[in-house]
């Protein structure tokens, strides 16, 4: 079975420019997680989404940040313009439910250097 | 709201040596308790979890926690550890009816030294 899939795994862009990053999750799990992780630090959640809906954006900086997840599957996130405080790695994660006790699967994250 | 505090950033450990890596968590309601292992450039893999029941849980690579309800605490330990086992080490909680939303602690990194 496969796991989460992201990419791109490594990206370095300028600041003020903008950076995307894709994230296909198991199949079958309606639930998607965008985490962001700093350096030396646990995954602080970003937005999660039950199919296409975000049910919980409440720590998403929507002046610069912004997801989607058109169909209920795979799912985009995108900061413009990038800062150099943006520098991290971004984390998603899938579950069947969004229920406390569904298990939460990782994909390998994508590192975000800022210039 | 839930916080979780890993009490050691760095825990140094010979191998075969036993070791404990410490959790505590603060919430006003019940929560659901797991541990994730996250090795260099891979995403994190869960060790272990606490629903309910028992309150010592076993999960995998012969690691176990038990969760001390009084104490808000949730440590995890393994009796005997490798080479293989030097990795960082993240607590998490999430609370009961408020949908999946894991908070974790800053992580604790576990270095097994031969």
């Known amino acids: 079975e496969a796991g989460v899939v992201q990419s791109p795994r490594y990206k370095i862009i300028e600041k003020k420019q903008p950076v995307a990053f894709w994230c296909n999750p198991i199949s079958g799990h309606n639930t998607l997680y965008w985490y962001l992780q700093n350096l030396g630090q646990g995954p602080e959640l970003l937005i999660r989404y039950e199919n296409e809906e975000a049910v919980d954006d409440s720590q998403l900086p929507k002046d610069r940040f912004s997801a989607e997840r058109l169909k209920g599957v795979d799912s985009t996130l995108k900061i413009q313009p990038a800062e150099l405080g943006d520098s991290a790695v971004y984390l998603c994660?899938?579950?069947?439910?969004?229920?406390?006790?569904?298990?939460?699967?990782f994909g390998p994250g994508t590192r975000l250097t800022v210039l | 709201a839930q916080s979780v505090t890993q009490l050691d950033s760095q825990v140094p450990v010979f191998e075969e040596a036993p070791v404990e890596l410490r959790c505590n968590y603060s919430?006003?309601?019940?929560?659901?308790l797991f541990w994730y292992v996250q090795y260099p450039n891979q995403g994190l893999q869960l060790l272990l979890k606490?629903?309910?029941?028992?309150?010592l849980v076993k999960g995998i690579n012969g690691f176990e926690a038990e969760f001390n309800k009084s104490q808000t605490s949730f440590h995890l330990r393994k009796p005997s550890v490798h080479i293989s086992d030097t990795a960082e080490y993240f607590c998490a909680v999430s609370e009961i009816g408020y949908g999946n939303k894991l908070v974790f602690g800053a992580g604790t990194i576990l270095r097994v030294k031969s």
């Open positions: 606490y629903l309910s029941g028992s309150t």
């Open positions: 994660a899938s579950s069947l439910g969004g229920s406390g006790y569904n298990e939460q699967f």
């Open positions: 919430s006003s309601v019940s929560v659901y």
